[in-house]
Each structure stands twice: as C-alpha cells, then as structure tokens.
C-alpha cells in the first residue's frame, strides 16, 4: 500500500510564499513521476507542475517563473516552492506519484492567498 503525506498548506498574503511537501511511502517501485495538481472551488482540477524521475519539469503556463517543483529521490518526497503568489493560487493543492503499475493521490492541502 502507498500513502502519500502532504504538508506546507495554509493562509499566505499575496505576495508571499510557501512550501509543499509530499512524502510518499509504502511498496513503492519504479517511480516514473511526481507531480502537483490543484482544484479551485467551481474548477476542473489542473497540472501545476511536475517533474520526472530523470529530472525533467513542466509548469502550467500561470506559473512560471514563480513556482519551482524539486524532488529527493532517496526521500520519495517531491517539493513545491511558490514565490510571488496570487489570489488566483488559492485551491486545494494535490500531490500526485506516477509508477509503472498505478498512480496514487494525496489527500489536499489547502492553500489560501489573501490579504
């Protein structure tokens, strides 16, 4: 069984910053991927970035150059730091694991910018 654990969420100012974290554990092999996807309120859920086992990202378009997505192999644990955030950042953060066999969801994390 796989479980993923998000942290980092919460009520930040425009403007601000904040990190999420998201370890994932169990019988876990051959991670092809990780990644965030977020869900606004009235909102299909949406690619906020992700990055592949060799390294490689990709960011939605609303994001670059103010979110960053890491990753620590020997951790399972995949990162994301958000600089510069808007209100239209706020909605529930999800962390996705991409294997050879399944994908696994995290539970949500929300994230809230508002002054």
């Known amino acids: 069984q796989v479980q993923l654990v998000e942290s980092g969420g919460g009520l930040v100012q425009p403007g601000g910053s904040l990190r999420l974290s998201c370890a994932a554990s169990g019988s876990i092999f051959s991670i092809n991927a990780m990644g965030w996807y977020r869900q606004a309120p009235g909102k299909q859920r949406e690619l906020v970035a992700a990055i592949s086992s060799g390294g490689d990202t990709r960011y939605a378009d609303s994001v670059k150059g103010r979110f960053t997505i890491s990753r620590d192999n020997a951790k399972n644990t995949v990162y994301l730091q958000m600089n510069s955030l808007k209100p239209e950042d706020t909605a529930v953060y999800y962390c996705?694991?991409?294997?050879?066999?399944?994908?696994?969801w995290g539970q949500g994390t929300q994230v809230t910018v508002s002054s």
């Open positions: 996705l694991l991409v294997t050879t066999s399944n994908d696994y």
